[in-house]
C-alpha cells in the first residue's frame, strides 16, 4: 500500500519510462539548449544530471564536451537512459541525499524534477554540496501558465471530486513563481540568480493524444484522474479533449507550456 508522496512517485515513474520518453520527451527536451546556454562552455567539465529520467539532456550535454553522470531514483528512468545513451554513466539514487562527495562537480542540473520531491530544498542543498565553488546549478520547472495542467485541473475542478486518501503533497506549482526559485536559490547560498522563462509548445494531430501525455508523461495529475469514480472520470476526459480540440490549428493541436528556468552559482569562498 502506497503511503507517502515519494512511493506514489517512485511507483508512478518506475512504471513509466518507456511512455513518459514517448509521450513528454518531445517538450521536455526543448529545454535542454537553454539549460546548456546557462551553463556556458561546457568541454571537460563534470556535470551531474539529477532527475536525469531517459537521459536526453545527459546525452545532450556530453554531445557538448562535458563528463556528465545521471541519477534519478527510479531503476526503470536508469535502464531507459542507458539504454539511449550506453557509453554514459547513470545510477539509481536520491537527489535529497546525493551519492556522491561534496564539491565533485562543475555543473548541477536538474530538468522538471523539483516538482517530484517531498523536500526540494534538501535536493537545492544537496546540488550546493556537490558542486565545486563558482559551479553552476540550473534546474526547470513548468510555468503559472501552462496550458496543459491547467487544462486539467480545470477539468477536475469542474467535473471531479475532492479525494482524501491520497498521499500528502508538496504544492505542484510552488517553483512556477520566479520570485519562489529565486529566493530558494539565494537562501541556500547561491549567488548570480537568474530566473528565465522560456515558451515550449506541446503539439500533435490528435486531440486524444492529450490524455496519452497526462497518462503517460505524468505522475501526480494521473493519480487525481485515476482516483475518481468512473462516471466523473469520464466527464472529466470529454472536458480534456474538449479543451484539446479548442487549440487546434491548421489541423494541430498546437498547446503552450511556458518553463521557468531557474539557475544560481555556488560562491568561490563557500
Known amino acids: 500500500m502506497i503511503t507517502s508522496f515519494r512511493e506514489a512517485e517512485l511507483a508512478g515513474w518506475s ?90 562537480f562543475d555543473h548541477v542540473v536538474c530538468a522538471f524534477g523539483v516538482m517530484h520531491l517531498r523536500r526540494p530544498e534538501s535536493a537545492i542543498a544537496e546540488a550546493f554540496r556537490v558542486l565545486r565553488p563558482k559551479g ?24 471531479g471530486t475532492p479525494i482524501s486518501d491520497l498521499p500528502d503533497a508538496p504544492p505542484p506549482l510552488r517553483f512556477s513563481d520566479p520570485r519562489e526559485c529565486r529566493r530558494v536559490l539565494e537562501a541556500s547560498g547561491f549567488t548570480e540568480v537568474r530566473d528565465d522563462l522560456i515558451e515550449t509548445t506541446w ?27 468512473p462516471a466523473r472520470r469520464a466527464r472529466i476526459h470529454d472536458a480534456i479533449l474538449g479543451a484539446a480540440k479548442a487549440h487546434v490549428f491548421d489541423g494541430t493541436v498546437v498547446i503552450r507550456r511556458p518553463v521557468v528556468v531557474a539557475s544560481g552559482t555556488k560562491p568561490s569562498s563557500a
Request: hydrophobic residues 45%; glycine residues 8%; aromatic residues 6%.
Open 15 to 104: 512504471t513509466r519510462s518507456a511512455s513518459y520518453d514517448q509521450h513528454l520527451s518531445p517538450i521536455t527536451n526543448q529545454v535542454i539548449a537553454p539549460i546548456i546556454a546557462a551553463l556556458g562552455p561546457l568541454d571537460g567539465r563534470r556535470v551531474l544530471d539529477v532527475c536525469c529520467g531517459p537521459g536526453h539532456l545527459a546525452g545532450s550535454l556530453a554531445a557538448e564536451g562535458a563528463a556528465v553522470e545521471g541519477v534519478d531514483f527510479a531503476a526503470s528512468m536508469i535502464a531507459k537512459a542507458g539504454e539511449n545513451y550506453p557509453r554514459l554513466t547513470f545510477q539509481v539514487g536520491d537527489a535529497e541525499a546525493l551519492p556522491h562527495a561534496s564539491d565533485t
Open 136 to 159: 553552476r546549478f540550473v534546474f526547470t520547472q513548468w510555468g503559472k501558465d501552462d496550458e496543459v495542467l491547467n487544462i486539467v485541473l480545470s477539468a477536475i475542478a469542474d467535473h
Open 203 to 229: 503539439t500533435n494531430e490528435r486531440p486524444k493524444a492529450l490524455l496519452d501525455l497526462i497518462y503517460g508523461g505524468a505522475v501526480r495529475v494521473a493519480m487525481m484522474l485515476e482516483a475518481q469514480e
